[in-house]
């Protein structure tokens, strides 16, 4: 199905969210809820907005939304070892 980029009413606030169109009439956004699109836009028409963003002036320093800070865990992280000591011993029987 084709996703699209959609400007519709959140409380009464214009919000933009990511849709498709299951059947005619009847739009549904990318968390499950039900959408009425006041203008929308396909996303494969979108992708050449992309490229003058990125050669902006100003863009390699603009603030990150997942900004990561300290070190990257090794690639042989093993998350089960980590918590291993937070979850409860189960004993098992034979």
Same mark, same amino acid.
């Given at each position: 199905?084709?996703?699209? $980029? =959609? ?5 009464? #606030?214009? +919000?933009?969210?990511? !849709? ?25 028409? $979108? =992708? ?5 963003? #990125?050669? +902006?002036?100003?863009? !390699? ?25 937070? $979850? ?7």
């Amino acid at each position: 199905m084709t996703q699209y $980029l =959609i400007l519709h009413k959140v409380r009464g #606030e214009p +919000s933009f969210d990511c !849709a498709e169109e299951i059947e005619p009439g009847m739009w549904i956004t990318n968390s499950g809820y039900r959408a009425y699109p006041f203008l929308k836009w396909e996303f494969d028409s $979108l =992708i050449g907005l992309m490229s003058p963003v #990125e050669n +902006s002036p100003g863009w !390699a320093n603009w603030p990150d939304h997942f900004q990561v800070q300290g070190e990257k865990p090794p690639s042989n992280f093993n998350i089960m070892e980590a918590i291993s000591g937070l $979850l409860p011993k189960i004993r098992r029987r034979v």
